[in-house]
């Protein structure tokens, strides 16, 4: 059940008098003949445009303050997969094997051993809060020490993400970090041909469509064959019904009209 609001009145004025509520709020209400000290079941507050005004700014500050939440939290997100999420993998192949997952940011959030002397490579090695580069020299130095390698030995390089670009560039890059801090020594630096093989497959898949051949519509035999009759016999147009013979006889009826050749009637 809703409470109902009584006031007191505190001060009186020639317009409005100052009332304190229930709840311990001192409001202004219009003077309908109050006294000091009356207490009222119901009253006209005064709500003036500096108070709207103010209601509103309060309003506004709140917006732009939840926007604000929202953006950080938005940002902060963003920001724990950039440097936290893993994005690729980088193997460095020594004999011993060693498996980096690195984020966005480049930093190392997973180190693993792919065989058995790799994981001897990386026992006891702290890999937090460093990025790649630190990580891969420190793993050589460490293989170095340990005798897995020496002047003459090799270093194969992987990096494997779904980017390509990502995937040349780190494979590159490390690649000239480690040829950098060994320069002393005579170990080789290569990348593995797995990874370039599958950036040239990824550039080859992109195919541009060539015109549109054109099509050639073939006509179909009907279903009857034309064995080169026609139809007629071989002497159609030399037999036309007639046996040659005119009706006539060869004799000289010709020359004979009718009438004798005298004249006489």
Same mark, same amino acid.
């Given at each position: 059940? =809703?409470?109902?609001?009584?006031?007191?009145?505190?001060?009186?004025?020639?317009?409005?008098?100052?009332?304190?509520?229930? &709840?311990?709020?001192?409001?202004?209400? $219009?003077?309908?003949?109050?006294?000091?000290?009356?207490?009222?079941?119901?009253?006209?507050?005064?709500? !003036?445009?500096?108070?709207?005004?103010?209601?509103?700014?309060?309003?506004?500050?709140? #917006?732009?303050?939840? $926007?604000?939440?929202?953006?950080? #939290?938005?940002?902060?997100?963003?920001?724990?997969?950039?440097?936290?999420?893993?994005?690729?993998?980088?193997?460095?192949?020594?004999?011993?094997?060693?498996? +980096?997952?690195?984020?966005?940011?480049?930093?190392?959030? &997973? %180190?693993?051993?792919?065989? #058995?002397?790799?994981?001897?490579?990386?026992? @006891?090695?702290?890999?937090?809060?460093?990025?790649?580069?630190?990580?891969?020299?420190? %793993?050589? *130095?460490?293989? /170095?020490? +340990?005798?897995?390698?020496?002047?003459?030995?090799?270093?194969?390089?992987?990096?494997? $993400?779904?980017? #390509?670009?990502?995937?040349?560039?780190? =494979?590159?890059?490390?690649?000239?970090?480690?040829? @950098?801090?060994?320069?002393?020594?005579? /170990?080789?630096?290569? /990348?593995?041909?797995?990874? =370039?093989?599958?950036?040239?497959? =990824?550039?080859?898949?992109?195919? /541009?469509? @060539?015109?549109?051949?054109?099509?050639?519509?073939?006509?179909?035999?009907?279903?009857?064959?034309?064995?080169? *009759?026609?139809?007629?016999?071989?002497?159609? !147009? @030399?037999?036309?019904?007639?046996?040659?013979?005119?009706? !006539?006889?060869?004799?000289?009826?010709?020359?004979?009209?009718?009438?004798? *050749?005298?004249?006489?009637?």
């Amino acid at each position: 059940m =809703e409470k109902k609001t009584t006031y007191l009145v505190m001060e009186t004025h020639p317009a409005y008098a100052i009332l304190l509520d229930n &709840e311990g709020r001192f409001v202004k209400a $219009a003077n309908c003949g109050y006294e000091r000290g009356d207490r009222l079941e119901s009253a006209v507050l005064l709500r !003036y445009p500096q108070d709207a005004r103010a209601k509103r700014r309060r309003r506004i500050r709140m #917006a732009v303050s939840l $926007a604000a939440c929202i953006c950080l #939290a938005i940002f902060g997100v963003e920001q724990y997969r950039y440097v936290f999420v893993p994005y690729g993998k980088i193997q460095m192949e020594i004999n011993p094997g060693v498996e +980096m997952e690195v984020s966005r940011s480049g930093r190392v959030v &997973e %180190l693993n051993g792919t065989n #058995a002397d790799g994981k001897s490579l990386i026992d @006891g090695y702290e890999y937090e809060g460093k990025d790649r580069y630190e990580v891969a020299d420190e %793993l050589a *130095d460490r293989a /170095i020490e +340990m005798d897995y390698l020496a002047d003459g030995g090799e270093i194969v390089i992987t990096a494997d $993400a779904q980017s #390509a670009e990502w995937v040349q560039v780190s =494979e590159r890059e490390i690649q000239e970090e480690l040829e @950098g801090h060994l320069a002393e020594y005579d /170990i080789r630096i290569v /990348i593995s041909t797995a990874s =370039e093989k599958m950036i040239q497959e =990824e550039t080859e898949s992109i195919t /541009i469509p @060539g015109p549109a051949q054109e099509t050639q519509q073939s006509v179909q035999p009907s279903g009857e064959v034309d064995d080169g *009759d026609s139809g007629y016999g071989d002497d159609s !147009y @030399g037999d036309n019904g007639y046996s040659g013979d005119s009706g !006539y006889s060869d004799g000289d009826d010709a020359g004979d009209s009718g009438y004798d *050749d005298d004249g006489d009637d």
